[in-house]
């Protein structure tokens, strides 16, 4: 039966308390089990479905990092020349937009990486002077950062408008090779030098991110041990610059039978990893350097086993264990496919297998999730950059922390491919903007929410699945337009009609500011750009982000989530426990 809206708030507890879940039912199968359905009009009932919503105020069900929401730089941005350019105003500019957050340098490449302790590359192979820089577009790139502002102790640049076309011309040709690469398997070596990673340090110190620095783990000795050599070549160079980085080693270690048909398995990364942990021990500036790892792809058989074998011997090494997920193959990819609730729901299996694996051998060990990205193969141009992917990306933030999951690295603020946050125009990509919003309005207080509504039964054989998913947590002590004790949904409406949501409880009757991202232009789903409450978004100069501005609602007014859209709701003044303490 449905509930009246008159309902009292205790009726409402219809899901597991202890997570903050979707808006969904449960009812039992033919088979005895219990399978989620979701809040949906029956047939034969006239009008919209009325739900209602509390939320348990008192305590959160999960605190995850401050840093939760973090960003990942592929090494393939020193092969397409990207990197010189990361001195750039506009980018330091959306970088901190979305600080305090981990920015990790890795990716396919991390593993055929080699560091070079040498300055200006041209003057160490007797290179011709400083008159040929000017007309070598390369080097104009090195000679534009001899000038560099000074701002916060950091150096910002303002490239010349001929200098970013020539790169994107340069990029563009590069990112058929490093497409060939991917395709074929067979990666070329990089060359990171000492000035590449000041450059790179440099933009993770201006733009208020930590960096995680992924170490080459195939540099292997003729017993397959790691060969170390290079690496404290780096870990030295960079002490001596008392760079404050973090450390990983190797990427996805599973995978590298397919790169160069040599295998390494879990217990050989662990001792690998106890081999790093010693070395940087014995450097003063990294002796408590944070080291993270081993990730891992997706958790399947035979890649279980090696997580197993890795934490057997290095699980009191790493301070995080780490994993990596794609949802699509971004080769074959549709818009539809970022609408399938059953996609949305494939991480939830790999998260069980994951804390399965850690609960069993590191008990209570913190789990990050690196390299997310929507889809892999770099991406597809007009989807896994457009306004759908971010049901998938919105979605993943709420699963994460609902599961506990306490830091995700989204892959990648810019790199060649199509699952980046910003474009090589350096303009912000709708997952930016979603990832915007959740960074002032999402504080790590997770809180977990009743609803009750109509319900429909599933026809035999047929699953329903969400299409409604609604999270909450206490809204982010740094944004100070709210006090503390105010509270954040967020919603992801799947469906192609309508939803109205009645908040109850302790909810009720308080005023709240609508944030509604949606498409912005004629091409729907496809579209690159976004508006918040009817207002496109933009940067307004290079040096400031736009004012996020809601859209106040009346205290009792009920929610009404368009089809297809995200959306944020902060309900102000609650006064919630969970939410009045950092």
């Not at 497409?179 to 933009?203: G, H, I, M, V, W």
């Not at 997706?298 to 009191?316: D, Q, T, W």
């Amino acid at each position: 039966m449905p509930c009246p809206s008159s309902c009292p708030p205790g009726l409402l507890a219809l899901m597991a308390p202890g997570l903050a879940l979707m808006a969904t039912f449960s009812l039992p199968s033919q088979a005895g089990d219990r399978r989620a359905l979701p809040v949906e009009k029956p047939p034969g009932v006239k009008g919209r479905t009325l739900i209602l919503l509390d939320v348990n105020t008192k305590s959160p069900v999960r605190i995850i990092s401050e840093n939760f929401l973090s960003l990942q730089l592929d090494p393939s941005i020193i092969h397409d020349g990207w990197l010189d350019f990361l001195s750039s105003r506009r980018l330091v500019t959306l970088a901190r937009g979305l600080a305090p957050a981990f920015l990790r340098f890795a990716g396919k490449r991390t593993d055929f990486l080699q560091f070079h302790n040498v300055k200006n590359p041209a003057k160490s192979r007797g290179g011709p002077g400083p008159d040929y820089y000017l007309k070598n577009y390369e080097d104009d790139i090195v000679r534009s950062d001899i000038a560099l502002d000074k701002q916060k102790g950091c150096k910002i640049a303002q490239h010349p408008d001929i200098m970013l076309e020539l790169q994107r011309e340069k990029a563009a040709q590069m990112h058929l090779v490093l497409l060939k690469e991917q395709f074929s398997n067979t990666y070329s070596n990089l060359t990171l030098t000492a000035r590449s990673l000041d450059k790179l340090y440099n933009f993770a110190d201006c733009s208020g991110l930590h960096l995680i620095f992924a170490l080459n783990a195939l540099r292997r000795n003729p017993n397959n041990s790691w060969n170390s050599s290079n690496a404290l070549s780096l870990l030295k160079y960079s002490a001596s610059k008392k760079y404050n980085i973090s450390w990983e080693l190797g990427n996805e270690p599973n995978n590298y039978r397919t790169l160069i048909g040599r295998s390494v398995n879990g217990s050989q990364l662990g001792k690998d990893y106890t081999q790093l942990r010693s070395l940087l021990q014995l450097i003063r500036t990294y002796s408590r350097a944070h080291l993270y790892g081993p990730n891992i792809g997706r958790p399947r058989k035979n890649v279980i086993g090696f997580l197993e074998g890795f934490l057997k011997v290095a699980g009191g090494t790493v301070d995080a264990v780490t994993w990596q997920h794609y949802y699509i193959d971004g080769r074959v990819a549709k818009v539809t496919d970022f609408l399938k609730t059953r996609l949305l729901d494939t991480l939830s299996d790999q998260i069980r297998k994951i804390q399965t694996v850690v609960n069993t051998y590191t008990p209570g060990k913190k789990i990050w999730l690196e390299g997310v990205g929507m889809t892999s193969a770099g991406g597809m141009n007009n989807l896994s950059d457009s306004y759908a992917a971010g049901f998938l990306w919105l979605n993943t933030l709420g699963l994460l922390a609902s599961q506990g999951i306490d830091v995700v690295v989204r892959h990648s603020f810019l790199d060649h491919g199509h699952n980046h946050l910003v474009d090589q125009n350096f303009n912000p990509l709708p997952d930016y903007w979603l990832s915007l919003l959740y960074k002032r309005l999402i504080g790590p207080k997770v809180l977990a929410i009743h609803v009750a509504g109509l319900q429909r039964k599933p026809r035999p054989g047929r699953v329903i699945r969400d299409k409604l998913r609604i999270y909450a947590h206490c809204t982010s002590y740094h944004n100070h337009n709210y006090v503390r004790g105010s509270i954040t949904l967020y919603i992801i409406n799947l469906h192609r009609s309508r939803k109205k949501i009645k908040l109850a409880g302790t909810l009720r009757d308080k005023i709240v500011h609508q944030y509604l991202l949606q498409p912005y232009g004629k091409d729907g789903l496809h579209s690159k750009s976004v508006q918040l409450n009817g207002q496109p978004l933009a940067m307004v100069d290079d040096g400031t982000l736009p004012e996020l501005k809601p859209r106040p609602l009346r205290a009792g007014r009920t929610l009404v989530i368009p089809p297809l859209t995200m959306s944020f709701y902060v309900v102000k003044n609650v006064n919630a426990l969970a939410c009045r303490y950092r």
